[in-house]
C-alpha cells in the first residue's frame, strides 16, 4: 500500500532554535498533505492544510509564522517550527491524501516526536 | 461542526475477552467513518473503514457498522489479544479528519 514517511523520527533541540520536519509520500504524488499535533495522550488536531505549489491554509489558532509549511513538489511537505520552546514538544504527525478512481484516501506518516529542552 | 466522541477509557481487558467501544459523530452530510490504532510511539495505523450507511468495515477480527440512524460507528472484536493493546481513534472525514479523543486499551495476558 502506499507509504508515507517522516524524518526525523524523533528529535531533540535547544530553546530557540528552528527544527524542520519533511514528509515525504513514498510510492504516489500528493497535492495535498496534512500537519497534525499530538500532545500527549491526547488527540490529533489538525494544524494546516499544504497544497503543492501554494501557500498552506492554517487552522485557527495555529501561528503560520511559528510553524512554517512548504510544499515545494508533489512528494514533499517540510514544517520548520521556528523558534522552538518547550510548548511546542509534541508528536507531529503528517498525512498525504491520494484519489484514486475518484476515491480519497490519505495515509498517515509515522509521526515526529519534538522535545524542546 | 463536525464532532467525533468515543468513551475516553482506560480499557482493560483479559485476554480472550468480548471488546466494545463506543464511537458517536455529529457531521452534516455523509461522512466516511474511520478507526485508527496507534500502537506505543508509533503513528496511526487504518484499522477499518465505511463509506456509507450500514457498511460493515472489518479488519483483524475488528468490526464496526455505520449506522446512520444511531449516528454510531462502535467498534467490536469477539476476542482480543494481548498485542492488542494500543490506543484506538474513531475519526469522521467530510472535507477534512476530524479525530475523537481516543480509547486507551490494555490487555492483560
Known amino acids: 500500500g502506499a507509504v508515507v514517511s517522516q524524518h526525523p523520527s524523533w528529535v531533540i533541540c535547544k530553546s530557540g532554535t528552528s527544527v524542520k520536519i519533511e514528509c515525504r509520500s513514498l510510492d504516489f504524488q500528493a497535492t495535498t498533505m496534512f500537519w497534525y499535533r499530538q500532545f500527549p495522550k491526547q488527540s490529533l488536531m489538525l494544524m494546516a492544510t499544504?497544497?503543492?505549489?501554494?501557500?498552506?491554509?492554517?487552522e485557527q489558532g495555529v501561528e503560520k509564522d511559528k510553524f512554517l509549511i512548504n510544499h515545494a513538489s508533489l512528494t514533499l511537505s517540510t514544517l520548520t517550527v521556528t523558534s522552538a520552546h518547550p510548548e511546542d514538544s509534541s508528536f507531529y504527525i503528517c498525512?498525504?491524501?491520494?484519489?484514486?478512481?475518484?476515491?480519497?484516501?490519505?495515509?498517515f506518516g509515522p509521526g515526529t516526536r519534538l522535545l524542546v529542552l | 461542526g463536525n464532532s467525533v466522541t468515543q468513551m475516553e477509557g482506560p480499557v482493560t481487558l483479559s485476554e480472550e475477552a468480548f471488546l466494545t467501544i463506543n464511537c458517536t459523530y455529529t457531521a452534516t452530510g455523509y461522512p466516511s467513518l474511520f478507526w485508527y490504532v496507534q500502537y506505543p510511539g508509533e503513528g496511526l495505523q487504518l484499522l477499518l473503514k465505511?463509506?456509507?450507511?450500514?457498511d460493515k468495515g472489518s479488519n483483524k477480527g475488528f468490526e464496526a457498522t455505520y449506522r446512520k440512524e444511531t449516528t454510531s460507528f462502535h467498534l467490536e472484536k469477539g476476542s482480543v489479544q494481548v498485542s492488542d493493546s494500543a490506543v484506538y481513534f474513531c475519526?469522521?472525514?467530510?472535507?477534512?479528519?476530524?479525530f475523537g479523543p481516543g480509547t486507551r486499551l490494555s490487555v492483560l495476558p
Open positions: 499544504s497544497n503543492e505549489g501554494s501557500k498552506a491554509t492554517y
Open positions: 498525512s498525504a491524501r491520494v484519489t484514486h478512481r475518484g476515491q480519497e484516501t490519505q495515509y
Open positions: 465505511a463509506t456509507k450507511a450500514d
Open positions: 475519526a469522521l472525514y467530510g472535507q477534512n479528519f476530524v
